[in-house]
């Protein structure tokens, strides 16, 4: 009798576990419809109700955490991706580098100690709090008119009538040393690429100050060098500024052999390359230009979820004959900040998606390295930066 209720438990037990394999996500999150299952976990089983009782806590929940997913296999229906190669293919989840990354993959671009998504975060909340020099909603106010989606912004159709920027204090903002600082900068280059840049001493003294006075000169820019230094990226204050100095500002050649252009140019100015516009995602460039009626708004395809500056907006609009498709860019923001997030992202994340945290809200920075030729140690200059779309 022992031996038959031993068996009986054990079949029971059997049972139980095999039925709750069936009635289980466990695993399964993603797989396509399985009928020898008696519910399913991919996305299509909330609007045929088939969905298994745990599809929200195993599937949705964890869909955008690398938790227990580390090194798993590519599944195209995931949401985000937990293996080696989601670095290269900017699809990682925003814990990827928390929890699966090695040692080795933390390795910022400038040598020293690993540094985390959440430091990054912590550390942009803290740059957005101490930017004094934002705008205010008093100082400037924008007019966003047209929202196209994704699949419109390559259509070139002018869908706002007026401009984007409706209003801007420049007696206040502009004669801040910053924003001052960084018009000086602006006007020092040719928009076409293959064509060689050669600054004046005066000009390249106005990349100097435009350093010192966004990185030396503001607790932004102080924050940001003391994380750095503390991180061991780098041994002091002169390092610091002489490798943004040249990561930024250093030239190289995108087209026909020519010094042509730089991390700066090509995101703070904009370039023109292939008969398009290349780069350009700062909002300072955008307003000067649209008010020298020089560059014209047409829509924009995606805006950030901030109620107040900085905000971020994808933008298309044609500069003097050259339409560009999605101009992202940080708005009302000072230039100590827009220039230290995408230091940072630089520094932290090169060539890779780069989460910050501001206001509470995640904001997404592409960075790209320029791998054709490098200065110092073999370091890489920037290719570009820019707030990508959630």
């Keep these: ?24 996500c466990r695993n399964r999150c993603g797989y396509g419809t399985d009928s020898g299952y008696s519910c399913q976990c991919n996305t299509a089983c909330e609007r045929y109700g088939d969905c298994c009782s745990d599809y929200v806590a195993e599937c949705k929940d964890s869909a955008f ?49 690993s540094i985390t998504d959440s430091e990054i975060k912590s550390l942009s909340e803290a740059l957005y709090a101490l930017d004094s020099n934002k705008a205010t909603s008093s100082q400037l106010t924008i007019n966003p008119q047209a929202l196209v989606s994704d699949s419109e912004t390559s259509s070139k159709r002018d869908l706002s009538s007026k401009p984007l920027f409706s209003y801007l204090d ?64 780098y041994a002091s204050e002169a390092e610091f500024l002489q490798d943004l100095k040249m990561m930024w500002f ?93 230091s940072l992202c630089y520094i932290a994340r090169p060539g890779k998606q780069c989460r910050l945290s501001v206001g509470g809200n995640e904001l997404i920075i592409q960075t790209y390295t320029w791998d054709n030729s490098s200065y110092g140690n073999g370091k890489k200059y920037i290719a570009s930066a820019f707030p990508s779309s959630p």
């Design 170 to 233: 420049e007696g206040t903002l502009f004669s801040r040393p910053t924003y001052a600082a960084l018009l000086a900068v602006l006007d020092n280059y040719h928009r076409m690429t293959g064509t060689t840049e050669d600054f004046s001493s005066q000009q390249l003294t106005e990349q100097d100050t435009f350093i010192k006075e966004t990185m030396s000169m503001t607790e932004v820019g102080r924050e940001l060098f003391a994380f750095l230094f503390t991180k061991g990226v």
């Design 65 to 113: 955490s690398c938790k227990g997913r580390c090194n798993e296999n590519y599944n195209s229906q995931n949401e985000c991706h937990c293996n080696s190669k989601c670095p290269q293919y900017n699809n990682c989840c925003s814990d990827y580098y928390d929890l699966c990354d090695s040692k080795t993959d933390h390795e910022v671009r400038g040598g020293g100690g």
């Design 250 to 342: 250093g030239l190289y050649s995108r087209y026909n052999g020519k010094l042509d252009s730089s991390g700066f140019e090509h995101i703070f100015a904009g370039e023109i390359k292939g008969g398009k516009v290349s780069g350009f995602h700062n909002w300072i460039q955008f307003y000067l230009l649209e008010k020298r009626g020089l560059l014209n708004y047409y829509s924009h395809s995606f805006n950030g979820p901030w109620t107040s500056y900085p905000d971020v907006m994808g933008m298309q609009f044609m500069w003097d004959g050259y339409y560009k498709q999605v101009g992202s860019a940080v708005i009302g923001c000072s230039p100590e900040f827009d220039f230290a997030i995408y």
């Design 1 to 24: 009798m022992k031996v038959a209720a031993v068996l009986v438990l054990c079949m029971t037990l059997l049972c139980q576990g095999y039925s709750n394999s069936l009635d289980s």
